[in-house]
T-cell receptor
Framework: DQQVKQNSPSLSVQEGRISILNCDYTNSMFDYFLWYKKYPAEGPTFLISISSIKDKNEDGRFTVFLNKSAKHLSLHIVPSQPGDSAVYFCAASSNSGTYKYIFGTGTRLKVLA | GAGVSQSPSNKVTEKGKDVELRCDPISGHTALYWYRQSLGQGLEFLIYFQGNSAPDKSGLPSDRFSAERTGGSVSTLTIQRTQQEDSAVYLC??????????FGSGTRLTVV
């Protein structure tokens, strides 16, 4: 039972264009969401977060949008750069105090120069 | 240390052998998590330690898996009688509060 889903296993985008990575969740109790980026042979690194009290959070080239009614979030990267090529994981938590995050299966982004 | 340290970085073991994976979290982080990533899969939650509370073991796939955290710091994940399906990258993470984890680089376990 996959509570956090990333339905696109891979995505290719031209350098300078926008990358949009999508994530859907099924548990309505989730109220805190994270995006992580992972390069090969390295651990995932934190990218950006959003809580359910907001519908948008922006950090430089990265923006995360949350649609609670649709149980959907997306990560926008603009402009995309070749160094953004990595696997991106979304994660969700009910923030019940345990801070246990459920991760999606990841989307491999390839930014073409 | 500055980050989460995991050892070994790579481990090849024969089916049926026991293995121990070590995680040294960031000093002062009270929460420690173990996840694993199998080929083509997402990050699968295994176990969570928070302070002196009883660990959340709900993600451990079988009773061959166990973990302990000594002195609220270093953690060891033990897999007994390893099977080929245990082959994965085992990731440890620690956190101070609920603003995300810091992950280690992982241990790549290959069971042959």
């Amino acid at each position: 039972d996959q509570q956090v889903k990333q339905n696109s296993p891979s995505l290719s985008v031209q350098e300078g264009r926008i990358s949009i990575l999508n994530c859907d969740y099924t548990n309505s109790m989730f109220d805190y969401f994270l995006w992580y980026k992972k390069y090969p042979a390295e651990g995932p690194t934190f990218l950006i977060s959003i809580s359910s009290i907001k519908d948008k959070n922006e950090d430089g080239r990265f923006t995360v949008f949350l649609n609670k009614s649709a149980k959907h979030l997306s990560l926008h990267i603009v402009p995309s750069q070749p160094g953004d090529s990595a696997v991106y994981f979304c994660a969700a938590s009910s923030n019940s105090g345990t801070y246990k995050y459920i991760f999606g299966t990841g989307t491999r982004l390839k930014v073409l120069a | 240390g500055a980050g989460v340290s995991q050892s070994p970085s790579n481990k090849v073991t024969e089916k049926g052998k026991d293995v121990e994976l070590r995680c040294d979290p960031i000093s002062g982080h009270t929460a420690l998590y173990w996840y694993r990533q199998s080929l083509g899969q997402g990050l699968e939650f295994l176990i969570y330690f928070q302070g002196n509370s009883a660990p959340d073991k709900s993600g451990l796939p079988s009773d061959r898996f166990s973990a302990e955290r000594t002195g609220g710091s270093v953690s060891t994940l033990t897999i007994q009688r390893t099977q080929q399906e245990d082959s994965a990258v085992y990731l440890c993470a620690s956190s101070a509060q609920n603003y995300g984890y810091t992950f280690g680089s992982g241990t790549r376990l290959t069971v042959v």
